[in-house]
């Protein structure tokens, strides 16, 4: 039986949690921060998503409030007995003078999966945000399921990232070519949106052999990185990150 659920975070200014709502498999908890950051860790409550499993993540960060969303754990997109796709919907809003770090752990596209995960983000003109997404295509020693993953960002009402990403048997082909993936199995970005880099913008670099980071038409920067496994690839992207100063 498929699993429909919505789990929601708003954050106010002063570190107020006026919305912490949990449901089905996605658990969210209050945790320790550092700094003026409020915290909040998504727990996995079961197994999900699974074939035919509509999830869905909002996060809404008020005007002024700052806000860190992590995870405790991978996410492991498993095969359903319908053999039909899940979804996976987050919807994330940060409001002017407000901050969002959105750091999840790995999405892992599991053999015999097909999974399609939509991340929309909607940025007042002063909002700041970072935003990391990891896909590891497979477990150890096995092929990956299906995985389509898009991300669009809009700022102050405009357009800022808009980009779709297909991998594993359902994917058009090429996309483990030398043009695409090249044979690695962890892929990931990490998104920088900060209203300083108007005055100072993020010159394009090459960071070692595995990350690159692009200035955005905006202010912004996007760090994109290939790895073999999701250990290398979290290196590589916070060494894009470190590069932006």
Partial sequence: MSVHATARIVAAAGGALPVLESDGPLALRRTRATGPHTRVTVVGAMTAPLG??????EARVEDGARLTVDAAAATVALPGRDGGHARYDVRLSVGEGAELRWLPEPL???A???LRMRTTVELAASARLVLREEQVLGRYGEEPGTLAARLTVHRAG?????QELRYG???PGGWDGGAGLAGNRAVGQLLVVDPDFAVEPVKPSLVGDLAAVTPL???AALVTALAPDALLLRRALDAGLAAMG
């Fill in 108 to 110: 892992v596209s599991a």
């Fill in 52 to 57: 035919g499993d509509r999830l869905a993540l």
């Fill in 112 to 114: 015999g999966s097909s």
């Fill in 169 to 171: 048997p359902g994917a």
């Fill in 158 to 162: 405009r357009p800022l990232l808009d």
């Fill in 217 to 219: 038409a905006g202010p």
